[in-house]
Nanobody
């Protein structure tokens, strides 16, 4: 089992940056692919970014590609989302999630929230204009 705790959210002006972290418990963290999702008020949860178990592949939603970077440190059981050039439309609660090991992944597979077994409690990101 994996427990996830996000941190790093806050209030930032448009054009600014934030760095979200997700700390995972459990010795099997390195066997999970990890994803970040977000949910804005009145909207459905949407995929942001994902990274495979060894960091070899990363995937991004079109709306954040080139601005956000996902990375992981398996020695520290952490996954990070570096968010640059933030826009007001990035305002949402951001969730970290874990999906069990597969020998291969596709971006389509990792973009679906239903494929993730474990979720954090979320961290609020607010971008002011």
């Amino acid at each position: 089992q994996v427990q996830l705790v996000e941190s790093g959210g806050g209030l930032v002006q448009a054009g600014g940056s934030l760095r979200l972290s997700c700390a995972a418990s459990g010795r099997t963290f390195s066997s999970y692919a990890m994803g970040w999702f977000r949910q804005a008020p009145g909207k459905e949860r949407e995929f942001v970014a994902a990274i495979t178990w060894n960091g070899g592949s990363t995937y991004y939603a079109g709306s954040v590609k080139g601005r956000f970077t996902i990375s992981r440190d398996n020695a520290k059981n952490t996954v990070t989302l570096q968010m640059n050039s933030l826009k007001p439309e990035d305002t949402a609660v951001y969730y970290c999630a874990a999906t069990p090991f597969r020998t291969s992944y596709t971006g389509s597979y990792l973009s679906l929230s239903a494929h993730y077994d474990y979720w954090g409690q979320g961290t609020q990101v607010t971008v002011s204009s």
